[in-house]
């Protein structure tokens, strides 16, 4: 049997449910979403998911899952064939890890929208070989540390939509971890394939005048509605391949 899709948003599981799920194994999955299911940890304990390897698409809304993604463990690693991701609606995902993601060999596309989440670190991303598109759309993310997005030489799109005050990492010569509200030098230095980057909406108040120097086919960049009090022309100079640019709505740019 081949079902393509599959909802079974707004039920209440428990563990005869999540092993009734487990049998979609047999009917080699293509489609799931997942909306407002899950008591704290039979998502997590059963690991369902896990059985599901045939999945392209996953999407889950509304879980109480935040506490799980946050502990860094492999939770999608057997979804080989997953291409899209979309994770919403989720709160207390206090950081994104490096091993997160682990496995995820064919994802192409990965959203996050209106989740909360405390922090993205080194390398959280930096085994999705494939990926083309990631996206943040208001998840309230308090701070990215340089490194967030090593290792995505592929990626074509990057959206940080609305998502607040946020803060930068970045390591001193003596290691120390240095929190600023300037964007860093080195955030998107393995992305030189990108080429869309949208950082509407977020408060930025400076960026480093190098921090696009490695984005060599960049053709978008949309800097709308943050708190800019200066554009240094060393950032667009090293945008050759630029076409679009927003600066619209930063009041106090000079």
Request: with cysteine.
């Given at each position: 049997?081949?079902?393509?899709?599959?909802?079974?948003?707004?039920?209440?599981?428990?563990?005869?449910?999540?092993?009734?799920?487990?049998?979609?194994?047999?009917?080699?999955?293509?489609?799931?979403?997942?909306?407002?299911?899950?008591?704290?940890?039979?998502?997590?304990?059963?690991?369902?998911?896990?059985?599901?390897?045939?999945?392209?698409?996953?999407?889950?809304?509304?879980?109480?899952?935040?506490?799980?993604?946050?502990?860094?463990?492999?939770?999608?690693?057997?979804?080989?064939?997953?291409k899209v991701l979309q994770l919403k609606n989720i709160e207390n995902i206090?950081?994104?890890?490096?091993?997160?993601?682990?496995?995820?060999?064919?994802?192409?596309?990965?959203?996050?929208?209106?989740?909360?989440?405390?922090?993205?670190?080194?390398?959280?991303?930096?085994?999705?070989?494939?990926?083309?598109?990631?996206?943040?759309?208001?998840?309230?993310?308090?701070?990215?540390?340089?490194?967030?997005?090593?290792?995505?030489?592929?990626?074509?799109?990057?959206?940080?939509?609305?998502?607040?005050?946020?803060?930068?990492?970045?390591?001193?010569?003596?290691?120390?971890?240095?929190?600023?509200?300037?964007?860093?030098?080195?955030?998107?230095?393995?992305?030189?394939?990108?080429?869309?980057?949208?950082?509407?909406?977020?408060?930025?108040?400076?960026?480093?005048?190098?921090?696009?120097?490695?984005?060599?086919?960049?053709?978008?960049?949309?800097?709308?509605?943050?708190n800019l009090t200066t554009v240094y022309s060393e950032m667009i100079e090293?945008?050759?391949?630029?076409?679009n640019l927003n600066l619209g709505c930063n009041k106090s740019l000079k």
């Amino acid at each position: 049997i081949l079902i393509e899709n599959f909802n079974v948003s707004l039920n209440i599981f428990n563990s005869k449910t999540i092993d009734c799920l487990q049998e979609l194994e047999n009917i080699k999955l293509k489609k799931l979403s997942l909306i407002a299911n899950f008591r704290d940890n039979y998502i997590y304990e059963n690991k369902f998911l896990n059985s599901l390897t045939t999945l392209s698409e996953l999407e889950i809304q509304f879980c109480k899952i935040g506490h799980i993604l946050s502990k860094n463990e492999s939770f999608f690693s057997k979804l080989v064939n997953l291409k899209v991701l979309q994770l919403k609606n989720i709160e207390n995902i206090d950081k994104i890890g490096d091993n997160l993601f682990d496995g995820l060999i064919n994802l192409e596309n990965l959203i996050f929208e209106r989740n909360k989440i405390g922090k993205i670190e080194e390398n959280s991303f930096k085994s999705l070989i494939k990926i083309d598109s990631l996206e943040f759309k208001q998840n309230e993310i308090k701070e990215i540390i340089s490194g967030a997005f090593n290792g995505l030489n592929n990626l074509k799109k990057l959206i940080i939509f609305a998502n607040n005050d946020i803060k930068f990492g970045k390591k001193t010569i003596e290691g120390n971890l240095e929190i600023s509200q300037k964007v860093p030098d080195d955030l998107f230095k393995e992305l030189n394939s990108l080429e869309l980057l949208d950082l509407s909406c977020n408060r930025i108040k400076e960026f480093d005048k190098n921090v696009f120097e490695k984005l060599y086919n960049l053709k978008t960049l949309n800097l709308y509605d943050n708190n800019l009090t200066t554009v240094y022309s060393e950032m667009i100079e090293n945008l050759k391949s630029l076409t679009n640019l927003n600066l619209g709505c930063n009041k106090s740019l000079k």
